[in-house]
T-cell receptor, first 115, second 114 residues
Framework: DAGVIQSPRHEVTEMGQEVTLRCKPI?????LFWYRQTMMRGLELLIY????????DSGMPEDRFSAKMPNASFSTLKIQPSEPRDSAVYFC?????????????FGPGTRLLVL | DQQVKQNSPSLSVQEGRISILNCDYT??????FLWYKKYPAEGPTFLIS?????DKNEDGRFTVFLNKSAKHLSLHIVPSQPGDSAVYFC?????????????FGKGTKLSVKP
């Protein structure tokens, strides 16, 4: 199993540009999570999906952030327009099943730098 | 306000000794706790968990202790190995919360010296 795949691994962009982060969950997993890690706030949940449907997006910081899951094998997190304070590591994770005891498997992350 | 706190940003331990990583929480509704380990340039990986109906859970060299009255949990690694050097995240969730809503601490960087 290839695990959760994220692309790109690194992204450097200028303020105001659109940024799209991509995630391929583990095949068969029906939950997908997007997290952001910063020095100030640590690791925080942005949004999660169940069977491609967004369930809780209360962690999305503002309207500049949007996430989609068009099918079971692909999700995107888009920031438009990007700002320097969006610089962080963004992780995607997936899990099988709906109980809290189900392990979330994380991808390697996308390190985003907005100049 | 941080609901899950790991007050030690770093910890250094000699190989073979015990590593103790601590975590405090403020939300009394939390009833399920996890530890994740993270190596550089990788995502966090699940290590061990504990439900609030228990006060201890053991898996090989790793043991998690939960003190509900003190709202405190700790991860013990015995004996510590250089390969254990990583950042360790404590996480918690509450039964009434959103299914996927894990609240993470900021992590503790463990260095195990040979």
């Amino acid at each position: 199993d290839a695990g959760v795949i994220q692309s790109p691994r690194h992204e450097v962009t200028e303020m105001g540009q659109e940024v799209t982060l991509r995630c391929k969950p583990i095949s068969g997993h029906d939950y997908l999570f997007w997290y952001r890690q910063t020095m100030m706030r640590g690791l925080e949940l942005l949004i999660y999906f169940n069977n491609n449907v967004p369930i809780d997006d209360s962690g999305m910081p503002e309207d500049r952030f949007s996430a989609k899951m068009p099918n079971a094998s692909f999700s995107t997190l888009k920031i438009q327009p990007s700002e320097p304070r969006d610089s962080a590591v963004y992780f995607c994770a997936s899990s099988l099943g709906g109980t809290r005891q189900e392990t979330q498997y994380f991808g390697p992350g996308t390190r985003l730098l907005v100049l | 306000d941080q609901q899950v706190k790991q007050n030690s940003p770093s910890l250094s331990v000699q190989e073979g000794r015990i590593s103790i990583l601590n975590c405090d929480y403020t939300n009394s509704m939390f009833d399920y706790f996890l530890w994740y380990k993270k190596y550089p340039a990788e995502g966090p990986t699940f290590l061990i968990s504990i439900s609030s109906i228990k006060d201890k859970n053991e898996d090989g060299r790793f043991t998690v202790f939960l003190n509900k009255s003190a709202k405190h949990l700790s991860l013990h690694i015995v004996p510590s190995q250089p390969g254990d050097s990583a950042v360790y995240f404590c996480a918690a969730s509450e039964n009434s919360g959103s299914q996927g809503n894990l609240i993470f601490g900021k992590g503790t960087k463990l260095s195990v010296k040979p």
